[in-house]
């Protein structure tokens, strides 16, 4: 995803010339092609990510369109509140994009994990939050954050992700994607979990049960009209995300079946409110947090 | 308690032990931050064989409140301070193998509840520096004897936090801590002084109020020296060092922040030094 969306960017620029790169001392090994082809369009503003926001503002209402690129707790929490008042509160056209959704960055350690920054980014007025899940849907969604105006958070993986949508799909912010067409419940991923979404989906076929996967690489704006086609389909629902389970995916979709007026059987699969303790890859990280392995749907199928 | 009375051949065998430690734990788990775990080698020496006084019975260390403690807030070269705490007896030898790897025990940044000895989890830059500060204004509130000692990197230095304590240190002349800037002119997108410029270095930290001593972070003389010079502020030791220390190919170049040695070239810089 980080490859997909230097070269999305390096299109971008060179049709429009408002565009600029900010890293506070990231992108090793990534963002050079942007560097060479656009010194003056990019700077590495050190590691000092507090006063980096603040400096995307100031280039942002100058007349650029600022894109601020590092790893995903460094570009959201370390500056927080810069991104609250900096970006959202005066509105400035300002992209950050983080690296290294949820367990990514594996023996790193909790540092360098994301498992909170959907919900506090979710909760700051005028932010748009996306998170997309295959390179493809990286591509489509950093081209839209182009063409709309406003502060905007991407959440993107690392790199290797597989590309599940065919080469031509379109994606648009605030719209969820239907992948396949089961009727026996809906499996909705964000974010790097689509691959294992459609891995759980693949293997449930086989035994027989037909599942909708679809996926919502937007969380904000939400697809709430997704959510009511599925209650009047009266369809079970399970989220899936590598997130803590206070304020993500799971949480936006818990929030509309709530304040419907209908009764569906729900489960939001994600990470437990714990910081990891686990030593291992990023695979390793997600067996221990039951990631892997495709839940029992016992209570939906009986 | 014992801050250990080592000589300078000895010392300088531990570094050697220390480094080849370093490059195997890098090697075995593939990781990254080899570079910056070799530039403090002798730093780490020298605190925890000659200055520090730490209890080597670790069930007593925890409890003597009095200890000193250091913390590393650069927690990515975490390798040497591992490498470190085993040969001083923390934790068997064998966790070393347990360094970034799946089922591992040692993670690549440091976790208090890891292992013995991690004075504070970190990962982020910027967070460790505050927290020593915290911890010697604590003790000099309660009049305990116990110094804090705390290394940050050049390029930590970018952080605004940094100079949001180094001022506040000064103010309440904590002169119960010695700050480390393991000067060694690489970060992690470009070298320290082009991507934002520190130099004058140590006239900053002057006029911010700390006394400064400046020193080959690679020699123990000076940094002996430096460690025991007396102070009535807070005290920086500007350590000049060398990223990827010691290992000819990974001195002073920027990918070693990133990469991993292969099959070859572990054989090489273990053999590098060995002839040392
Ligand atoms: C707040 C924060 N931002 C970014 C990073 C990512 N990062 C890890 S190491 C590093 C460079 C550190 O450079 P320096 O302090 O000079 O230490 P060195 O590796 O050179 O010893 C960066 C930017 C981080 N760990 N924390």
Redesign the interface.
């Known amino acids: 995803m980080r490859t997909t969306f230097v070269k999305t960017l390096i299109e971008i620029a060179r049709k429009d010339d408002r565009i600029f790169l900010l ?7 990534v ?1 050079e092609p942007f560097r060479e082809e656009f010194p003056d369009r990019f700077l ?1 503003t ?3 990510e ?2 980096t926001i603040g400096v995307a503002a100031g280039l942002a209402l100058t007349g650029k369109i600022v894109y601020v690129y590092s790893i995903i ?2 570009v959201t929490m ?1 500056c927080y509140e810069q991104v609250r008042l900096d970006l959202a509160y005066n509105n400035t056209n300002v992209k950050l994009i983080g690296i290294g959704a949820g367990l990514t960055y594996g ?6 994990h994301a498992i909170e920054d959907i919900a506090i980014m979710k909760a700051i007025p005028n932010m748009t939050v996306l998170c997309p899940g295959d390179p493809i849907e990286t591509r489509e969604l950093v081209s839209r954050s182009y063409e709309n105006y406003g502060p905007m958070y991407i959440r993107l993986g690392k790199n290797g992700e597989p590309k599940i949508h065919s080469e031509e799909t379109r994606i648009d912010i605030g719209k969820a994607i239907d992948i396949t067409n089961g009727k026996d419940f809906a499996l909705i991923t964000t974010s790097n979990t689509l691959e294992t979404g459609k891995r759980w989906v693949d293997e449930w076929k086989k035994e027989g049960i037909d599942v909708r996967l679809i996926s919502m690489p937007s969380i904000k704006p939400f697809d709430n009209e997704k959510i009511h086609d599925l209650l009047s389909e009266e369809m079970s629902i399970i989220t899936l995300e590598e997130h803590n389970v206070i304020g993500g995916l799971g949480s936006s979709v818990a929030e509309i079946i709530a304040e419907s007026e209908k009764k569906v059987k729900f489960k939001r699969i994600g990470l437990p409110d714990k910081f990891s ?5 990023h695979r ?1 990280q997600r067996e221990k947090f039951n990631l892997i392995e495709k839940p029992s749907v016992d209570f939906i199928i009986k | 308690m014992n801050s250990g009375e080592f000589d300078l051949e000895q010392l300088e065998n531990l570094s050697k032990k220390i480094r080849k430690q370093i490059v195997t734990m890098v090697f075995n788990s593939k990781s990254s931050h080899v570079g910056s775990a070799l530039s403090i080698v002798e730093v780490l020496v020298t605190l925890y064989f000659n200055i520090l006084k730490i209890e080597t019975n670790i069930e007593s260390y925890n409890n003597r409140t009095d200890r000193d403690r250091f913390i590393l807030s650069k927690a990515h070269g975490s390798s040497a301070l591992y490498a470190i705490l085993a040969e001083r007896g923390f934790f068997p030898l064998e966790y070393l193998k347990k360094y970034y790897t799946n089922d591992g025990i040692l993670p690549g940044h440091l976790d208090r509840v890891s292992i013995p000895g991690i004075e504070f989890s970190a990962g982020a830059l910027g967070h460790g520096f505050s927290a020593a500060i915290g911890m010697a204004i604590s003790n000099k509130q309660s009049q305990n004897s116990g110094r804090i000692f705390v290394l940050i990197g050049d390029g930590e230095c970018n952080e605004g936090s940094i100079w949001e304590g180094i001022m506040l240190a000064a103010h309440l002349k904590l002169d119960n801590l010695t700050a480390i800037v393991d000067y060694n002119k690489i970060q992690s997108f470009g070298r320290t002084n082009d991507v934002i410029n520190q130099e004058p270095i140590g006239d900053k930290w002057k006029s911010f109020g700390w006394d400064v001593i400046e020193v080959d972070g690679h020699n123990f003389n000076e940094l002996i020296d430096a460690f025991s010079a007396q102070h009535k502020k807070p005290k920086v030791i500007i350590s000049h060092s060398v990223k990827g220390k010691g290992i000819s190919f990974m001195e002073d170049k920027l990918e070693w922040h990133y990469k991993s040695p292969d099959n070859e070239q572990l054989t090489k810089a273990l053999e590098e030094l060995e002839k040392k």
Do not use: E, W
Request: net charge negative; no cysteine.
């Open positions: 890293t506070p001392d990231m992108g090793y090994s963002l590495n050190g590691i000092a507090q006063n707790p460094f370390r023996s790193l350690g909790p540092s360098h303790h686990y030593v291992g890859d390793f």
